[in-house]
């Protein structure tokens, strides 16, 4: 984890969560909880939020060796340096969404950003956090 905090570059780790009002992604397609602040954001400590130059409310790329996304910053000290968090159950803007309320906050898949073949031997379930990513600011 240590290198993943060294430097100016945005080398980071990814780990899901979950938010009261979105447990699942049917509950995206209920207005009255889907209103209100954005929770589909990406958090970021503010340390590292200075370190790349990252201001809350605006936009961040995500990369993966596999994918990349766009979403919004929210900048919090409830994520531990060197770690970012996307909420899962979201992308509703992916084509087949059939939706309508949903795809208007669509949010971003944090799927497209895991490895496929990464499993846990154990379990045999995929590997949704501790994915290495960078994060950079994305020009206005």
Same mark, same amino acid.
């Given at each position: #984890? !240590? +290198?993943? *905090? !060294?430097?100016?570059? %945005?080398? #980071?780790?990814?780990? %899901?969560?979950?938010?009261?009002? =979105?447990?699942?992604?049917? #509950? ?9 602040? !954005?929770?589909?954001? @990406? ?10 130059? @990252? ?8 990369? =993966?060796? $596999? %994918? ?5 910053? +929210? $900048? ?17 803007? @992916? ?7 949903? *795809? +208007?906050?669509?949010? $971003?898949?944090?799927?497209?950003? =895991?490895? &496929? !073949? ?13 994915? &290495? ?8």
């Amino acid at each position: #984890m !240590e +290198e993943a *905090k !060294e430097g100016a570059t %945005g080398q #980071m780790l990814l780990i %899901g969560r979950r938010d009261l009002r =979105s447990n699942n992604s049917w #509950m995206h397609n209920l207005h009255v909880l889907t209103k209100g602040k !954005e929770r589909c954001t @990406l958090l970021v400590h503010p340390d590292d939020a200075a370190r790349l130059a @990252l201001c809350d409310g605006e936009s961040a790329r995500v990369t =993966s060796s $596999v %994918g990349s996304v766009k979403i919004p910053i +929210e $900048v919090t000290d409830a994520i531990m340096p060197g770690v970012v968090s996307i909420p899962h159950g979201w992308g509703h803007n @992916l084509p087949g969404t059939q939706m309508r309320v949903a *795809k +208007e906050h669509a949010g $971003v898949n944090a799927n497209i950003l =895991s490895v &496929a !073949e990464n499993v846990d031997p154990l379990s045999g379930n995929a590997i949704l956090n501790g994915v &290495a990513v960078t994060v950079e600011k994305v020009a206005r």
